[in-house]
């Protein structure tokens, strides 16, 4: 029996939930750090340098590197597009007209199909009041809705976002700069993003 040594000893400093490959979905996670301590009779007494942090699953045990949690849970994908989408048709409307009747229902019909099944006009004329609030920051839903995007998804969501402000005629140069505002908060170059407004016009005018 060792008298004197050094062994690794782990302590949870936070929780809370991740999507874990393992199980296959959201779980419970404890987030460890440890320390390297000296130990007499296996009781330790005097702590070394920090050396290793993770995360670890409460339901199965495993264990992953902290950046883990910069993956989005099962819940937060499914309330990411809704919120973006949110965020986007909100903008868009607020940049033109928005007492546009074909305006407003284009922006509502996407929302719908984005999962709020529920969503009217009332509702709308709500999130616009929001919307006007010039402390309000648009970039943080687009930006965790970006990240579980792949091209071309951000190019076809952008279109769609153009498409409600062409519902009422042709983009404003208000419409057309918070277009590119949300392309960019997609993650977007400004030049794929003229790409997509200028192919939705044609398209809008050719349809």
């Known amino acids: 029996m060792s008298v004197l040594g050094v062994r690794f000893y782990f302590r949870t400093v936070g929780r809370g939930t991740l999507h874990c490959q393992r199980c296959g979905g959201d779980r419970a996670y404890r987030l460890c750090t440890g320390r390297r301590w000296i ?39 499914q309330a990411a597009l809704p919120a973006g989408w949110l965020a986007a048709a909100t903008a868009m409307l607020s940049a033109g007209d928005q007492a546009s009747g074909v305006a407003r229902n ?15 006009d009332a509702a709308l004329t709500v999130d616009l009041a929001a919307a006007a609030d010039p402390e309000l920051d648009i970039s943080v839903p687009l930006g965790t809705l970006a990240r579980q995007l792949m091209m071309p998804a951000p190019e076809w969501f952008l279109a769609d976002v153009v498409r409600i ?43």
Do not use: K, W
């Open 39 to 77: 130990h007499l009779l296996r009781i330790p007494f005097f702590p070394l340098e920090r050396v290793a942090e993770h995360v670890q699953c409460r339901r199965c045990g495993t264990r992953y590197r902290i950046e883990v949690l910069a993956l989005p849970t099962t819940a937060q994908m």
């Open 106 to 120: 284009r922006a509502i019909d996407v929302l719908r199909a984005a999962g709020l099944t529920d969503y009217d």
């Open 165 to 207: 402000g062409l519902a009422d005629g042709a983009l404003s140069a208000d419409e057309r700069v918070a277009a590119q505002v949300i392309a960019a908060h997609l993650g977007m170059t400004a030049a794929q993003a003229r790409g997509v407004i200028s192919m939705t016009e044609e398209s809008a005018a050719a349809g």
